[in-house]
């Protein structure tokens, strides 16, 4: 909690959800990461710019946002953090989605399937802290 900063939290999750919002007008698309970017990964014409895109703008946000990227890409936990993605990403298909569409999209959609998983994941979130 050393550099907690809610203004930056607070503009983070208005992002995640304006950018929710912007993609469910104006494409009929649900904003779940972990679905849009396994998309990339199994590429269909109609739907890899949009993905591309949105995943692209993401990491561009990382650049525009965090004042220590450079430092962060360059540090010697990079290799730490590949494979923590790789385990989120397990476990995203393990639970049939992520934080991001479980807990924004599914939440809003008053889905018991998604309000169960964001349970799950505050609660094993909790429960790592403390082992921190």
């Given at each position: ?82 494979i923590a993605g790789l385990l989120v990403g397990i ?42």
């Amino acid at each position: 909690m050393d550099n907690f900063t809610p203004w930056s939290a607070l503009a983070g999750g208005a992002l995640l959800g304006a950018s929710a919002v912007i993609l469910l007008l104006f494409a009929g698309k649900i904003a779940g990461i972990s679905g849009i970017f396994s998309g990339l990964l199994r590429p269909r014409k109609k739907d890899f710019l949009w993905r591309l895109l949105f995943i692209g703008g993401m990491v561009l946000s990382f650049f525009i946002f965090s004042p220590n990227a450079s430092s962060t890409l360059t540090s010697p936990s990079i290799a730490l953090y590949i494979i923590a993605g790789l385990l989120v990403g397990i476990g995203t298909r393990l639970g049939n989605g992520c934080t991001s569409g479980h807990g924004i999209i599914g939440i809003a959609r008053l889905s018991r399937r998604s309000v169960l998983a964001t349970c799950i994941f505050v609660s094993s979130a909790i429960v790592v802290v403390l082992f921190r």
